[in-house]
């Protein structure tokens, strides 16, 4: 049966669908989002939470990064910083050898250029941030603007600010198909039991991205990445900032298809420690491997050595929503009027929600768009068949 027309209908519950339907709604739009799961519960639920711009080289997303980072602020100082549980706990970079200290200085040379804050930090100095350090590393790079959220929470606070402003979320309801008009702009939505009529459709699918997209009409070629996290028993807080050795940069970065580990460690609100990262091409394989989780127990030792005695309590594991040139796919889809795309974000997308959804609402509403869109155009993928 057919719904009540909305202004735009987002498809995904996520933090980056939770955002863009919080922008278009401040925007005055009115908006429906659909979910087929509940609110944060594909790779929202399955990330640590971060808001870095200690990964991301001088660039276009570097550009969004730091856009959102002034937006997450925002948004807790309007809000309150514990509706998201916004931390400013910093990030420190650790590098493991000689030739990793010179190659993480040359790329927070580069970032300095670009806006961050990025303060070279000596081998006594690692002590001072972190005084559970490993002893012998060279040195490492202090980036005090890295935050973290904790990302269910934030998604739902922003689909809450949502519906202040009179946003619909649906959820347990799958997207099946798109309706044409003779002109050939996307109408409305199906869903296995309704039709929701829409001037514009933001897919906003995360990992599934792509599967949505081809659906409604408009492939993009979001690809699933997997990662598992360790998470240890309660603690006093004896990790203070985010953690991570220098090699995650470029792991971040990389084409390979293999497995990638490096390690990434940081505290929570609630004392347990997070440990990952890791990341390989497997397809939507759940498949628990102890060979990762090993490989990131023993990443996670070399620098905090006190983590040999503590216990873990679980892992998990989720799928990152990967592009093959690493940038979001975020803007109009012109093979397809009224679909937009938000989505392909990888392992950035807590950090990148807020500016990727008021960059959408400005593409919605013809607003001065918050960062130049160009560099993450849909159709750079497919520009044969605009």
Not at 187 to 210: F, Q
Request: negative net charge.
């Amino acid at each position: 049966m057919p719904e009540r027309g909305t202004d735009v209908v987002v498809v995904g519950a996520g933090i980056i669908g939770a955002a863009c339907a919080l922008y278009a709604a401040r925007a005055g739009l009115s908006v429906t989002v659909l979910d087929r799961g509940s609110v944060g519960a594909g790779t929202t639920s399955r990330c640590e939470g971060n808001i870095l711009v200690s990964d991301k080289g001088a660039g276009p997303e570097l550009d969004l990064a730091l856009a959102s980072r002034s937006l997450w602020l925002e948004l807790a100082a309007e809000y309150g910083a514990d509706r998201f549980e916004l931390e400013e706990k910093g990030g420190l970079v650790v590098a493991t050898g000689e030739a990793g200290m010179a190659s993480l200085r040359r790329f927070a040379v580069g970032q300095g250029a670009a806006g961050v804050t990025a303060e070279p930090v000596t081998p006594d100095g690692l002590r001072a941030h972190e005084p559970n350090l490993a002893s012998g590393l060279p040195g490492g790079v202090y980036y005090p603007q890295d935050l973290q959220v904790q990302p269910v929470l934030a998604a739902a606070s922003l689909l809450a600010a949502a519906r202040d402003l009179g946003a619909r979320v649906v959820t347990g309801t799958e997207v099946t198909g798109a309706a044409r008009g003779a002109d050939g702009r996307l109408t409305a939505v199906h869903t296995r039991d309704a039709t929701y009529p829409a001037g514009a459709v933001v897919n906003a699918a995360g990992t599934w991205g792509g599967d949505v997209g081809e659906r409604l009409g408009g492939s993009v070629p979001v690809l699933p990445r997997r990662g598992f996290i360790l998470v240890t028993e309660p603690l006093p807080r004896v990790i203070r900032h985010k953690v991570y050795s220098a090699d995650y940069v470029e792991n971040v970065a990389s084409d390979d298809a293999g497995l990638e580990t490096s390690a990434v460690i940081e505290g929570t609100r609630g004392g347990t420690v997070l440990i990952g990262a890791s990341r390989e091409r497997v397809g939507f394989d759940e498949t628990l491997s102890v060979e990762v989780l090993r490989r990131l127990a023993a990443q996670a030792i070399r620098l905090f050595p006190f983590l040999a005695d503590v216990r873990l309590m679980r892992s998990y594991r989720g799928f990152r929503p990967y592009c093959p040139d690493h940038l979001p796919v975020v803007g109009h889809d012109r093979r397809v009027q009224g679909l937009l795309h938000a989505c392909g974000h990888e392992g950035a997308g807590i950090g990148l929600a807020p500016a990727t959804g008021r960059l959408i609402a400005d593409l919605l509403t013809g607003a001065h768009p918050l960062v130049d869109p160009g560099p993450f155009d849909p159709m750079r993928f497919a520009m044969e068949d605009v």
